[in-house]
């Protein structure tokens, strides 16, 4: 059964930072990895999608890695603004998507 | 507005009660899949489908939850005798198809189920 962990569960850094979120999964046999942003209460913005032949995507400020042999993935946020404070989510295609718990990150100002 | 749209948004019921909730995938998106979420938690699959055919059933899937999507576009989901355990995120997400790019998801806002 495929199992995804996030760490860490939460982070708190002041603006500015920049910070690496991980990803973990057991089974190498992935289709994709997709990274997503949660606001509270609301659903899941897709960021990243890292196909399984692909090592890494980049929109904006946002850089992803995958390295499906280790079963790890890392998304790094290059100086963090407060607006970036939210949960994100860590699934990985393998019929079906699996998730992780996310981990809430909080930019101070 | 061209996203996943869900409805209700929220919906609170008593214990026993039925409920249903809509989803409306992106448009020409042949995927619609159904998760669960409940507070701190990731979301936790719960169905899919093929354009009208449903192709893969979680065990979280209880026999008093059934989902529909009869013409291949718009999706329901209903609960039947509602449990306070019911409550929860309801989300809805969609895809053009099943390899490289297309299998890319995209969430709707939810729908926030509460039973009392």
């Known amino acids: 059964k495929q199992e995804v962990t996030q760490i860490p569960a939460a982070l708190s850094v002041p603006e500015g930072e920049n910070l690496v979120l991980n990803c973990s999964f057991t089974d190498s046999a992935i289709y994709n990895l997709q990274w997503f942003r949660q606001d509270p209460g609301k659903g899941l913005t897709s960021l990243l999608l890292i196909q399984s032949s692909q090592r890494e995507q980049t929109s904006g400020r946002l850089n992803a890695s995958l390295d499906k042999s280790s079963g790890r993935s890392t998304l790094y946020i290059a100086a963090s603004q407060p607006g970036d404070s939210a949960t994100y989510l860590c699934a990985v295609l393998h019929r079906p998507l699996v998730f992780g718990k996310g981990t809430r990150l909080s930019v101070i100002a | 507005d061209t996203g996943v749209s869900q409805n209700p948004r929220h919906k609170i019921t008593k214990r026993g009660q039925n409920v249903t909730f809509r989803c409306d995938p992106i448009s020409e998106h042949n995927r619609l899949y159904w998760y669960r979420q409940t507070l701190g938690q990731g979301p936790e699959f719960l169905t899919y489908?093929?354009?009208?055919?449903?192709?893969?059933k979680s065990r979280l899937l209880s026999d008093r939850f059934s989902a529909e999507r009869p013409k291949g576009s718009f999706s329901t989901l209903e609960i039947q005798r509602t449990e306070q355990g019911d409550s929860a995120m309801y989300l809805c997400?969609?895809?053009?198809?099943?390899?490289?790019?297309?299998?890319?998801?995209?969430f709707g806002p939810g729908t926030r189920l509460t039973v009392l």
């Open positions: 489908f093929q354009n009208e055919a449903q192709l893969e």
């Open positions: 997400a969609s895809s053009p198809g099943t390899s490289g790019t297309s299998s890319e998801q995209f």
